[in-house]
């Protein structure tokens, strides 16, 4: 539990400079930033290790299918107005990347970490967090994380003796099922702009009711909670009816929902939500995100969209017609092999613009756009669609493989 400040045991210390000298010699290969082989090498030799590392910090474990990555990177910034963070800001968020990062924090109050969404109940039970934090839950990597469903059922589970407080989104039923098996729960309305998870209740099967913003089971009763804390226009509205101002450097209603469950979770942490706020402030892209970059004489901004919700939300981020669009796909192992999803994406919304296509799977994207009616063109690499775009900013969507590709390519 935090306040526990036991020292490491001699195992526990050769486990951590084990996997401080993997992650080095990785680097120094070129292999990336290292932290999931040091993690891995690190419970290899130290299996309860997660375990140990956490035990003097207050934990706060942020997991969803969008935005865990920009939230966890708002909750850190939130809560260095209370103490010194630790954080696996790169998002390694599996247990060998999140060891990574707690080994990094010797000195830190509090341990704000992203959770891989099949992993949070496993690392939930390993570092006994004072608080959770579930955004969403929509399909992505359908090859690997079954149906959101179940998902969901495995948090209801994994979470059902927790005695963290569960900051959840009132607005997404799944997450709402899951977060029901708690006893301490803060609903927050962040809002839910992709539905199509969610038309059957998770409860009983039945058909989900969705008058406006509300939502219910009209066969079980099971219904949208009353939210505590909510996102209305530009402000947070706290539980005591106050409206705080949001301004961020980071673009979309998308980030303002994430800034609002982030502000829940710090008053956890009695960070009051004027600080916090003012705090977020300071983040201006996440791991690339965001960006705009200078390449080839023009300036590119980097979009990362992995799944449907994550396209629909970034659709309306960029700038109107006729703006260039590059939409750059990938199918390798982190991004999930079937790309059955690009037809759940409605990608009529990018009539108009100049669109250019690249990435390992740009001809499954060439279908899916010319099904859709839009023009196009596809490109072998970034520098051409680049070279062959229109002026004017030039806007970048690409899925998690393909945007780690783009930045080496810009040099971000």
Request: aromatic share 6%; charged share 20%.
């Amino acid at each position: 539990m935090a306040g526990n400040t036991e020292p490491l045991s001699p195992r526990a210390k050769l486990a951590v400079t084990a996997g401080k000298a993997a992650a080095a010699v990785s680097r120094a290969a070129g292999r990336g930033s290292g932290s999931v082989i040091g993690g891995k090498v690190a419970l290899r030799l130290d299996p309860d290790l997660l375990a140990r590392l956490a035990q003097h910090l207050d934990v706060v474990l942020v997991s969803a299918t969008n935005g865990k990555t920009t939230t966890t990177r708002l909750v850190a910034e939130a809560l260095r107005a209370a103490g010194p963070v630790v954080s696996n800001a790169l998002g390694a968020n599996m247990p060998a990347g999140i060891t990574s990062a707690l080994a990094g924090g010797s000195d830190a109050k509090f341990g704000v970490i992203e959770v891989d969404e099949k992993y949070l109940a496993g690392v939930a039970r390993d570092v006994t967090p004072k608080c959770i934090a579930l955004l969403n839950l929509s399909r992505d990597q359908l090859d690997r994380a079954a149906e959101t469903r179940m998902l969901a059922e495995k948090w209801r589970e994994g979470l059902s003796g927790s005695k963290a407080v569960i900051v959840a989104n009132a607005d997404d039923p799944l997450v709402v099922w899951a977060a029901s098996s708690s006893q301490q729960v803060v609903w927050v309305a962040a809002g839910q702009a992709w539905k199509d998870d969610a038309w059957s209740c998770p409860s009983c099967g039945g058909v989900m009711q969705r008058p406006g913003d509300d939502w219910f089971c009209g066969q079980c009763g099971f219904r949208r909670p009353t939210p505590t804390w909510a996102l209305t226009g530009d402000h947070v509205l706290d539980p005591h009816g106050s409206a705080w101002p949001i301004h961020l450097q980071l673009p979309g209603r998308a980030n303002k929902a994430n800034a609002t469950s982030s502000a829940a979770v710090a008053a956890v942490f009695g960070v009051p939500p004027q600080v916090a706020l003012e705090r977020m402030y300071q983040v201006q892209a996440v791991a690339g995100r965001y960006d705009v970059v200078s390449f080839l004489g023009r300036d590119l901004r980097l979009l990362l969209a992995k799944n449907p919700a994550g396209w629909l939300e970034t659709f309306s981020l960029i700038d109107p017609p006729p703006t260039p669009v590059v939409l750059s796909v990938n199918a390798r192992g982190a991004d999930g092999t079937d790309t059955s999803w690009l037809w759940d994406v409605d990608y009529t919304q990018l009539a108009g613009h100049p669109i250019f296509v690249i990435g390992d799977r740009k001809l499954d994207m060439a279908v899916r756009l010319e099904v859709a009616g839009l023009d196009f063109r596809v490109c072998e690499t970034l520098d051409e669609a680049v070279q062959s775009a229109p002026p004017g900013r030039i806007e970048i969507i690409a899925n998690y493989t393909a945007f780690q590709d783009v930045r080496r390519r810009v040099g971000n």
